[in-house]
């Protein structure tokens, strides 16, 4: 993809991506933010069957790589404060190696005096699952696609069986929703 990229420097292309392939073109944004001008994602909700699209700027607002070897530890060590950025649609795509069982969580905390109060999985504040779930369980790897907002973020390796490594990166972008277009 990196070839493709640089051969078609003279274009400012756009990256349309559709439910897995939105992480690849979030990946590829991240590693191109000057060669592309927008982002596409699109995903289809099998419920309610109809497709809807979102436009996202290649450059999150909010944004955070993990680490992760232990059970019931957190990344980052510090959990990234939102307070400033409002990040409220976020992407989390992460890679599990070794570990036979793992939970992996999306987890947020509401503002307590300027510390972060308790975390619990997910948003409380306007959640919706747009892709995958919360927590993970593939032992391989897995994404997140969700909207929320809450003051502070972090991702937690719940549990996990067996010893391995899990990385993975959280983007977050402040997305008007659409009564504020």
């Known amino acids: 993809m990196d070839g493709i990229m640089r051969a078609l420097k003279t274009i400012i292309p756009c990256a349309l991506g559709w ?3 939105s992480q ?3 990946i590829l944004a991240n590693r191109h933010p000057d060669e592309l001008r927008r982002v596409e994602m699109e995903w289809r909700d099998i419920e309610s069957a109809h497709a809807q699209t979102q ?3 290649p450059n999150p607002d909010c944004q955070f790589f993990v680490t992760i070897t232990t059970a019931g ?3 980052p060590s510090t959990p990234f404060d939102n307070r ?3 990040c409220n649609t976020w992407s989390f795509v ?3 190696s070794g570990f036979s069982a793992v939970s992996v969580a999306l987890e947020t905390a509401a503002n307590n005096n300027g510390v972060a109060g ?3 999985t997910g948003f409380p504040v306007q959640q919706s699952v747009i892709a995958g779930s919360n927590p993970a369980s593939d032992t391989t790897g897995g994404y997140l696609w969700v909207k929320g907002i809450n003051a502070w973020v972090r991702v937690k390796l719940s549990s996990a069986t067996g010893t391995g490594v899990i990385n993975g990166a959280l983007f977050g972008w402040r997305i008007p929703n659409a009564a504020g277009q």
């Open 73 to 75: 530890s957190v990344a």
């Open 118 to 120: 308790s975390f619990s």
């Open 55 to 57: 436009i996202v700027h």
């Open 94 to 96: 992460y890679f599990s």
């Open 19 to 21: 439910l897995i392939g």
């Open 24 to 26: 690849i073109g979030l």
């Open 84 to 86: 400033q950025q409002g």
